[in-house]
């Protein structure tokens, strides 16, 4: 269609300039510029940004316990049975935005969305209530660590919008909330710990100040909050949400437009002093929204803090500090024939350290399935798209295995390597796919192992880095281990990862530098090529690459299993790898250059309370819309400016 729009427009250029334009030809331009002006209708009109976040009968500066009626339209209450149960927003006429944690599975049976209330209980004139058709919470949401609680709801039909309805926008991804901005929660939740919403459960508001993800992680425990979290709350408590009001909306005002940036997700009590609420960061889930919704997406808008971040400066134990750059210093040379001498400070590239997994929160025991990011140097060996072993990235652009793994087919080409995948079958956002250009087999006795050179380095992140290598230190008894790989039939449908703990032990009579010994656990074929970890000074270090034992051995019941150490291979690690890394306790360098976000298993509190006045925050002055919209529209402005002409 645009390429339909540039023709028409050329042609009545070039028509213009030769100085005739028959009557024929004047009625087709007039057919055209109509069409032209009825696609912009359209095409405006499956954009939700000229709809979204405005709410007519809001009028809020500071708080108030109840929220007006008609203040935020976009509210919804989810309810089973006629009994609420958790909150949620409106972002386009057919879509609800809520929490993942609010639903146990996936069937939407007798659920109903209520929008356009004011009280749970009593009259409400502008009611309107739909069924749900679809559940879809988001594939890697982790009720453990209450990471990637998000969920969408498709209603049964589109719902009109009103003064009472309407949706609201959402934070684009690249909006920046720093601490101490304004952000509005509302929900019929509990007014306190313990404390039900009184009659007739009229809907609440509170103002909350966002509190940096740096100083929440302090508050709540390093790791426990992640990216894809952002928080709110005062230092002193007595302003939060609480249950039932989780799945709902906080938001921010930006130039007379209200933009979702959280959905209530969890916290510890309520309102408590030095616990802000959790919410799940809006903006982290642009592209998984949009992919979901193939009609009148959201409309997104860019938000973004102005001023300076103070969050930058929060320390406390175990809170990595924020890596900071010289820039290089601007110098120009003189017009005259001297010239002057100039002193540089460049930036200082951080190096790369290994054994570092910022989302692994294996400290006490653990389940079967590992969490997306847990051991994020793991690697899939695939061979015509096939899971065949494990490995792990051991350099910037490397990765060990085991040998037999290549014993049939050894031929760099016909394999390929996965990193940052969590499941063999399914969604798996964060993995990049590389080929293998050569593959290069230790050559000792018995056991042997492999190193894949990669064609690229991969980009490091949270969830692609390397392992630090066994330099041949001690792995006292006792120490707590981990292996983990994939083995078809394991880990459910989708095949997800399986992990598995064990300890040190004593050797005994086989006992020696080039080995090392567990408690037994299970080891399948697909496992092969994985690595035993073991955590030692804050970094992981591969001590095995694994093998699979034979069928015979499985048939021996043995107490205790023995592996080769990866130190025992003397040299040939070092002298293969291009660059062999160094574990972080020799470098105070972040390896991606971010705060390490681990988490840690706990249940969710769905959280809401009362409100007190707070004052404004600065906000972009931006007001959000895409580039590309703003190109439309003037693109579109020009075509009907000359389409005018025709008829005058």
């Known amino acids: 269609m645009q390429t339909e729009r540039r023709r028409a427009e050329e042609g009545y250029l070039s028509l213009s300039r030769s100085g005739g334009l028959d009557l024929t030809a004047m009625a087709f331009y007039k057919v055209m510029c109509l069409a032209a002006g009825l696609m912009l209708l359209t095409q405006e009109s499956e954009s939700q940004l000229d709809v979204c976040g405005k709410a007519s009968l809001n009028t809020r500066i500071v708080g108030g316990q109840v929220a007006p009626v008609g203040s935020w339209p976009w509210q919804v209450s989810l309810q089973t049975s006629g009994s609420h149960f958790c909150g949620g927003s409106l972002i386009n006429s057919q879509w609800v935005l809520t929490a993942a944690h609010c639903f146990e599975t996936s069937t939407p049976t007798g659920l109903t969305v209520n929008l356009g209330r004011q009280s749970l209980r009593g009259s ?127 938001v921010i005002k930006q130039n007379g437009r209200w933009i979702q940036a959280g959905v209530v997700s969890f916290g510890k009590g309520c309102a408590r002093p030095n616990f802000p609420g959790v919410y799940t960061s809006v903006s982290q889930y642009q592209t998984w929204i949009n992919s979901q919704i193939s009609s009148k997406q959201p409309g997104f808008m860019t938000f973004t803090s102005t001023g300076t971040n103070s969050d930058l400066s929060v320390t406390c134990t175990g809170l990595l500090p924020v890596p900071t750059t010289t820039p290089p210093t601007n110098t120009t040379t003189p017009t005259n024939t001297t010239l002057s001498t100039t002193t540089l400070h460049p930036t200082t590239a951080q190096p790369v350290v290994c054994g570092q997994a910022p989302r692994n929160s294996h400290i006490f025991g653990g389940t079967l399935l590992a969490s997306v990011g847990s051991w994020p140097w793991m690697a899939s060996l695939q061979k015509n798209g096939n899971h065949v072993c494990g490995g792990t990235l051991v350099a ?54 492999a190193i894949l050179r990669l064609s690229a380095q991969p980009t490091l992140t949270d969830y ?157 002055t931006n007001g959000g819309r895409p580039a590309q919209a703003y190109t439309f529209a003037i693109f579109h402005l020009l075509s009907l400016t000359l389409c005018l002409q025709l008829f005058l």
């Open 124 to 250: 409400n004139p502008n009611a309107v209530s739909r069924t749900v058709t679809q559940i879809i919470k988001h594939p890697n949401y982790n009720s453990g660590t209450d990471d990637n609680d998000i969920c969408l709801l498709r209603l049964s039909s589109p719902v009109t919008f009103n003064n009472y309805i309407s949706p609201v926008c959402l934070a684009a991804s690249d909006s920046i909330f720093y601490s101490g901005v304004n952000s509005w929660v509302t929900g019929w939740g509990n007014i306190g710990s313990g404390v039900s919403l009184p009659s007739p459960q009229n809907l609440m508001e509170v103002q909350v100040p966002v509190v940096g993800n740096r100083q929440c992680n302090c508050n709540y425990g390093v790791g426990r909050i992640t990216d894809n979290m952002i928080c709110a709350g005062l230092r002193a408590g007595g302003k939060d949400s609480c249950q039932g009001d989780s799945g709902g909306p906080m």
């Open 396 to 449: 910037l652009d490397s990765v060990l295995s085991d040998a037999s793994c290549f014993s049939s087919s050894p031929v760099a080409s016909e394999w390929t390597v996965v990193l940052g995948r969590l499941k063999l079958n399914g969604s798996n956002p964060f993995e990049v796919t590389l080929n293998v250009t050569n593959i290069t087999l230790s050559n000792t006795t018995g056991t042997n192992i």
């Open 464 to 620: 692609i880095q390397p392992i630090c290598l066994d330099n041949g230190g001690t792995f006292a008894e006792g120490l707590a281990c981990w292996a983990a790989g994939w083995s078809p039939g394991r880990g459910g449908a989708e095949e997800v990862m399986q992990q598995f703990q064990t300890s040190v032990v004593n050797c005994g009579n086989s006992s020696s530098s080039e080995s090392i010994c567990t408690d037994v656990f299970a080891l399948q074929q697909g496992d092969s090529g994985g690595p035993l970890m073991c955590k030692q000074g804050g970094s992981w270090f591969q001590a095995v690459v694994l093998t699979a034992p034979s069928s015979s051995a499985r048939r021996r019941r043995n107490s205790v299993m023995t592996f080769s150490r990866v130190s025992s291979f003397n040299s040939f690690p070092t002298e293969t790898l291009e660059m062999r890394l160094a574990p972080a306790s020799n470098t105070t360098a972040n390896p991606t250059n971010a705060p390490i976000t681990t988490t840690t298993n706990s249940t969710y509190i769905a959280t809401m309370a009362t409100t007190t006045n707070d004052s404004n925050s600065v906000f972009d």
